[in-house]
């Protein structure tokens, strides 16, 4: 069966816009498969699959769902059903791309959908919320917002372009054929930030020389979730976890707080993993109005004009230790982590605004304290950003990947 295009959405309140969305990508010369999730009135044409089977694949039934009188559980119902349902179009090679449009309801549950999609499935969601802060919707995936500019609510002279414009994109996506792979390296994901720079160029270099593919993320919260949701896919091989200051964002509410399942993923999947406290010193926030009022008296440091950082406490330090041995602990692969004594950051050095000897210390011992013996634990006298530290943490994951898979070209997938 020839995959095809499928529109996801709620037939009942944007039928209109839905067909002439299916339209615009049958005159391209794409098929369609129309999935219906909506609620509560009858769909205004007939959909492919019917709102009834996407609740079904919730665990629900529509008449039940009227009968809560909930639009915001049904919606997880049928946002949940619809995921399954698109997971099953594409394991069947029935789906070659997934659109959808909406408000801030139809926008949750059709990104719901997407982000269950392995990255590289094209993705297209126009939406009256994609001018805004998108990060609920996108999360770590390569999911594509259009902005609607004026509401979704029928076809006029602005909403006609618009959707011709959307239907275009992922007919257009959806027919380039993916890449193969240029070589059959093994995958190590990395984690940077701007502070850990030098130790992660050096250990990437290092670990291309051994004949690695490095991917690198940026820890800014949706980087994060990107790396784990990789390795989680099955697309890394191993993880050089560099950079885990994310945690630190997520223990003290900062802006780029990946969650509570940051530096779990390797661990869970059993892939080798070495691990470092990079840039655990701070956490970030915006513009410095944007800072909370009760850490007004805390040391601060202005990265540029719109990231302020906040220096980490003792006390949150030592969590943050507890937190990484906790993680480490818990790992079913190869693991050991990298200690950096001079400093964790390129700030968190004699000289500069970060440097904090006590705070750097509850961390260590913290960490030293509740990791378990058979996780590796290699301090080092220098600061992160030293030379040579960043290539003693690529040498050990690549004896660890050898170890565990039998040579630098096997892979553990």
């Known amino acids: 069966m020839t995959p095809s295009i499928v529109l996801l959405g709620t037939l009942d309140t944007k039928g209109a816009?839905?067909?002439?969305?299916?339209?615009?990508?049958?005159?391209?010369?794409?098929?369609?498969?129309?999935?219906?999730?909506?609620?509560?009135?009858?769909p205004s044409f007939e959909p492919d699959?019917?709102?009834?089977?996407?609740?079904?694949?919730?665990?629900?039934?529509?008449?039940?769902?009227?009968?809560?009188?909930?639009?915001?559980?049904?919606?997880?119902?049928?946002?949940?059903?619809?995921?399954?349902?698109?997971?099953?179009?594409?394991?069947?090679?029935?789906?070659?791309?997934?659109?959808g449009l909406g408000g801030t309801g139809g926008s949750s549950l059709v990104s719901h959908a997407m982000r269950a999609l392995p990255v590289g499935v094209p993705k297209l969601l126009v939406s009256t919320v994609a001018a805004g802060d998108t990060r609920p919707y996108v999360g770590g995936v390569d999911l594509t917002m259009m902005y609607s500019v004026v509401d979704i609510a029928g076809i006029n002279q602005i909403s006609a372009r618009?959707?011709?414009?959307?239907?275009?994109?992922?007919?257009?996506?959806?027919?380039?054929?993916?890449?193969?792979?240029?070589?059959?390296?093994?995958?190590?994901?990395?984690?940077?930030f701007g502070l850990t720079t030098p130790c992660v160029t050096e250990a990437r270099a290092r670990l291309e020389e051994l004949g690695y593919e490095v991917l690198v993320f940026h820890a800014t919260g949706t980087g994060g979730?990107?790396?784990?949701?990789?390795?989680?896919?099955?697309?890394?091989?191993?993880?050089?976890?560099?950079?885990?200051?994310?945690?630190?964002?997520?223990?003290a509410g900062g802006v780029f707080s990946s969650g509570a399942g940051r530096l779990t993923a390797a661990g869970r999947r059993g892939i080798p993993q070495v691990v470092s406290l990079g840039a655990l010193?701070?956490?970030?926030?915006?513009?410095?109005?944007?800072?909370?009022?009760?850490?007004?008296?805390?040391?601060?440091?202005?990265?540029?004009?719109?990231?302020?950082?906040?220096?980490?406490?003792a006390d949150e330090s030592e969590q943050l230790g507890e937190e990484v041995a906790a993680k480490l602990n818990a790992a079913t692969g190869p693991t050991a982590v990298f200690v950096p004594l001079g400093g964790i950051s390129g700030i968190d050095v004699p000289g500069e605004p970060f440097y904090d000897a006590d705070a750097d210390r509850a961390l260590v011992a913290a960490l030293?304290?509740?990791?378990?013996?058979?996780?590796?634990?290699?301090?080092?006298?220098?600061?992160?950003?030293?030379?040579?530290?960043?290539?003693?943490?690529?040498?050990?994951?690549?004896?660890?990947?050898?170890?565990?898979?039998?040579?630098?070209?096997?892979?553990?997938?």
């Open 281 to 313: 010193d701070m956490v970030n926030f915006g513009g410095f109005e944007t800072v909370p009022g009760h850490y007004a008296e805390r040391t601060f440091h202005r990265h540029n004009a719109s990231v302020t950082l906040m220096r980490t406490t």
């Open 17 to 42: 816009e839905y067909d002439y969305m299916r339209e615009r990508i049958r005159a391209l010369g794409t098929d369609v498969v129309v999935v219906d999730a909506g609620i509560e009135g009858e």
């Open 368 to 413: 030293r304290t509740n990791l378990d013996d058979r996780v590796e634990l290699h301090e080092h006298n220098c600061d992160i950003n030293a030379p040579g530290f960043g290539v003693a943490m690529a040498d050990r994951l690549h004896e660890l990947y050898q170890e565990w898979c039998g040579g630098p070209r096997g892979s553990g997938r």
């Open 225 to 251: 979730q990107a790396l784990e949701a990789l390795v989680d896919a099955g697309l890394v091989d191993a993880m050089l976890d560099v950079t885990t200051t994310e945690l630190a964002d997520n223990l």
């Open 162 to 192: 618009i959707l011709g414009n959307a239907a275009g994109a992922i007919a257009g996506m959806a027919s380039v054929p993916a890449p193969q792979p240029a070589t059959d390296r093994p995958v190590v994901g990395a984690s940077m």
């Open 49 to 99: 699959i019917t709102r009834h089977e996407v609740a079904a694949h919730g665990g629900s039934s529509i008449d039940a769902l009227c009968a809560m009188g909930d639009r915001a559980s049904a919606l997880d119902v049928m946002a949940e059903g619809s995921a399954e349902i698109v997971r099953q179009l594409h394991g069947a090679g029935r789906l070659a791309g997934i659109a």
